[in-house]
């Protein structure tokens, strides 16, 4: 069974900084694909990043392309999301979750394990 685990939320203000990890225990994380996701009070589930098993292509939703980096540590099974000059519509929980193959995908569909999240608000 893998578990994803995330960490880091918390609060900041607009403008602020924060990163996000997410740690899974399989013994075969570099060998998929990982995303972000996130959900907001009354949203459906948002497509937030997303980097290949290799860590060399990522993609992001143009709502936070600029500002949001995926990245990660396959020797220490964790990816990443560092969140610059974070909003207030970024306020959300964010879930890690992994990939069906090694390629990035956009889709919720396309990603087999989840997170429970961590809550990340970003104050005005």
């Known amino acids: 069974q893998v578990q994803l685990v995330e960490s880091g939320g918390g609060l900041v203000q607009a403008g602020g900084s924060l990163r996000v990890s997410c740690t899974g225990s399989?013994?075969?994380?570099?060998?998929?694909?990982m995303g972000w996701f996130r959900r907001s009070s009354g949203n459906e589930r948002e497509f937030v990043a997303a980097?290949?098993?290799?860590?060399?292509?990522?993609d992001y939703a143009d709502s936070v392309k600029g500002r949001f980096t995926i990245s990660r540590e396959n020797t220490k099974h964790t990816v990443f999301l560092q969140m610059n000059t974070l909003k207030p519509d970024d306020t959300a929980v964010y879930y890690c979750?992994?990939?069906?193959?090694?390629?990035?995908?956009?889709?919720?569909?396309?990603?087999?394990?989840w997170g429970q999240g961590t809550q990340v608000t970003v104050s005005s």
């Open positions: 979750a992994r990939g069906r193959s090694s390629q990035t995908t956009s889709r919720a569909d396309d990603y087999f394990y």
């Open positions: 399989g013994r075969a994380f570099h060998w998929y694909a």
């Open positions: 980097i290949s098993s290799d860590g060399v292509t990522t």
